[in-house]
């Protein structure tokens, strides 16, 4: 860790933040205490692999509050020396910016300094009881990374609303505005079969679902299973993954074949694929995360020549939260978009906030207006998976 860029001196300990390089500069252990309970997308291994695996951001760092020599509080971030704006606001911000693509002739590059989780919900990971000073700790040090960083976007990504009322004296007096962001559709889980799940739906949701499985089932030639090792199938998952990647809302994070084999093999990381197969052929997959309770559905690939014939993506889903029931978790995330989709498979959706400004005072006005409008606040996109 480089030396603190800001210290308080409270009652007892001095305040100050540091910059880590790489969550393996924090100790394991103090990263689990901190970090949100039985939510497998904070896996400390899933960090190391992000970093390891070149799925997007130039560099990681971690914003590290230390009250003396005892670590209180975790921010993690990110930087994007050059993301294309476009695919960082989505279908509405690609049309707002068709014009500026006409008279440049190139995608508009920015430079972005992301806080919270490049892969879903952004939090500050903390202990109880933070000094009132902390959130302005940990937003001047935000600050203060922007700038030796050379970013001039920074970015709180769908955070909840309790992290962000905590962080809001702080982000108000550093010129923050909030943006909607788009919500996690989750599935609360009390059945004990999939028949149970099935049943509890109401009663247009259940005929959809029984009506998806029966077209599935139609076809003799097609099969699905879970797999808990599947790096011999990343060759054929990356296509998949590709076609969904060419219709997503958002880019912020393109997966290599190198972090999904580590999904895999890194026995840390608690991860499935659910996987569907035409003969031999993979014709879809669904990488699923687990904790003690709690699953993430966090990445799908289709083929979407056979898609809408085969309701891959209902049956593919559908088997994630058959086997999410089986291992006894009480809920499982089916993360952002498609969600006329997801409300038919039961879930309710989770409200995000982002916290957006930009170095620069004017542009930070004219975003505080613009900005709010050009996000894609839908993630409506088709049935049959656009992006889940």
């Known amino acids: 860790m480089v030396s603190p860029d800001s210290t308080v001196v409270g009652s007892q300990a001095p305040w100050q933040v540091e910059v880590a390089d790489s969550v393996s500069e924090i100790p394991p252990e103090v990263w ?58 989505g279908n509405e911000g690609r049309r707002a910016l068709r014009p500026l693509h006409r008279i440049m002739g190139r995608p508009l590059r920015i430079r972005l300094l992301l806080c919270g989780h490049l892969l879903g919900e952004g939090r500050v990971l903390r202990a109880d009881g933070l000094d009132e000073s902390a959130p302005h700790l940990l937003v001047e040090a935000v600050r203060r990374l922007s700038a030796s960083m050379g970013t001039r976007w920074t970015l709180f990504k769908d955070f909840p ?57 139609e076809h003799h030639d097609v099969t699905t299973e879970v797999r808990e090792r599947f790096d011999d199938l990343v060759p054929a998952m990356m296509p998949l993954y590709a076609a969904v990647l060419d219709h997503a809302e958002s880019r912020l994070d393109v997966w290599t074949p190198e972090f999904l084999s580590l999904l895999s093999t890194d026995p840390r990381i608690s991860a499935k694929t659910v996987t569907c197969w035409q003969q031999d052929r993979l014709v879809a997959f669904l990488v699923c995360l687990f904790g003690e309770k709690s699953a993430v559905a966090i990445r799908i ?9 085969l309701r891959l993506y209902q049956v593919t889903y559908y088997r994630g939260i058959d086997e999410a029931i089986r ?62």
């Open 32 to 89: 689990r205490k901190l970090a949100p309970p039985d939510d497998p997308l904070y896996e400390y291994a899933l960090f190391q692999a992000m970093e390891r695996t070149g799925i997007g951001p130039d560099a990681y760092r971690y914003l590290v509050l230390r009250q003396g020599q005892r670590i209180r509080a975790v921010l993690p971030t990110c930087v994007h020396r050059a993301l294309a704006l476009e695919d960082a606001l």
């Open 161 to 217: 609303q309790a992290d962000l009322e905590w962080l809001d004296p702080a982000l108000r007096r550093a010129g923050y505005f909030r943006a909607p962001g788009l919500p996690d559709a989750r599935v609360a889980l009390h059945a004990t079969t999939f028949e149970e799940y099935v049943s509890g739906l109401s009663r247009n949701n259940r005929s959809t679902a029984r009506r998806n499985l029966a077209r599935f089932s």
């Open 301 to 309: 690939g289709i083929d979407y020549d056979c898609s809408r014939e």
């Open 327 to 388: 291992m006894g978790m009480a809920e499982i995330n089916l993360t952002q978009t498609a969600y006329e989709a997801k409300r038919k498979m039961g879930c309710h959706l989770v409200p995000f906030e982002h916290a957006v400004t930009h170095s620069n005072p004017v542009c930070r006005t004219i975003l505080r207006h613009v900005f709010p409008m050009a996000l894609n606040r839908s993630g409506g996109r088709g049935q049959d998976g656009s992006r889940g």
